[in-house]
T-cell receptor
Framework: GAVVSQHPSRVICKSGTSVKIECRSL??????MFWYRQFPKQSLMLMATSNEGSKATYEQGVEKDKFLINHASLTLSTLTVTSAHPEDSSFYIC????????????????FGPGTRLTVT | EDKVVQSPLSLVVHEGDTVTLNCSYE??????LLWYKQEKKAPTFLFMLTSSGIEKKSGRLSSILDKKELFSILNITATQTGDSAVYLCAVNPPNSGGSNYKLTFGKGTLLTVNP
């Protein structure tokens, strides 16, 4: 079953409004989560790293004031697209690294199902 | 800057064919390489590779990593139309905490399997 959920799965909003997307890890705690954006026929581009208890780390070229990230708890991160414009229309995906089952093991990244944002 | 290159970018085959997808990387402090399958939604996990030369297998899919030559391949045998998807390769730096879990993705290979 799913280990990372995202809500909503699809949203249509008007230009100038704000949209909040939630990402939850369902059966593990994640001190770090990641937000990606994917345009049609392109690969996933990392936007920012969401850190529980501290500020998010943004990738170069991503506007902090436009894409607000809040890591409210060890299982929840939110991405708010503020004053959305049509060019913000995209597929937004979060991921969370699941702690290894043994000491020193690798973390596996699990992705949420994604949120399709359409700004009209 | 970390770099992941996948080839080919797209591939069209007939059902029953075998395909090999390639992924090469230039990453500092490499930890693991991951393969994902992406259909219409978010990527689904296929394999994680951390050791060189050890094949991972799941049904008709298999993958292997060469840490000396810095590449990995994903093989799909006896392809089916349901294998049609974008296959993404990503690399993951060492899990030393914080932002070091982030993945760097290649552009993906679009596989189309025709009946």
């Amino acid at each position: 079953g799913a280990v990372v959920s995202q809500h909503p799965s699809r949203v249509i909003c008007k230009s100038g409004t704000s949209v909040k997307i939630e990402c939850r890890s369902l059966d593990f705690q994640a001190t770090t989560m990641f937000w990606y954006r994917q345009f049609p026929k392109q690969s996933l581009m990392l936007m920012a790293t969401s850190n529980e208890g501290s500020k998010a780390t943004y990738e170069q070229g991503v506007e902090k004031d436009k894409f607000l990230i809040n890591h409210a708890s060890l299982t929840l991160s939110t991405l708010t697209v503020t004053s959305a414009h049509p060019e913000d229309s995209s597929f937004y995906i979060c991921s969370a690294p699941r702690p290894p089952s043994w000491t020193g093991g690798p973390y596996e990244q699990y992705f949420g199902p994604g949120t399709r944002l359409t700004v009209t | 800057e970390d770099k992941v290159v996948q080839s080919p970018l797209s591939l069209v085959v007939h059902e029953g064919d075998t395909v090999t997808l390639n992924c090469s990387y230039e990453v500092t402090n490499f930890r693991s390489l991951l393969w994902y399958k992406q259909e219409k939604k978010a990527p689904t996990f296929l394999f994680m590779l951390t050791s060189s030369g050890i094949e991972k297998k799941s049904g008709r899919l298999s993958s292997i990593l060469d840490k000396k030559e810095l590449f990995s391949i994903l093989n799909i045998t006896a392809t089916q139309t349901g294998d049609s998807a974008v296959y993404l390769c990503a690399v993951n730096p060492p899990n030393s905490g914080g932002s070091n879990y982030k993945l760097t993705f290649g552009k993906g290979t679009l596989l189309t399997v025709n009946p």
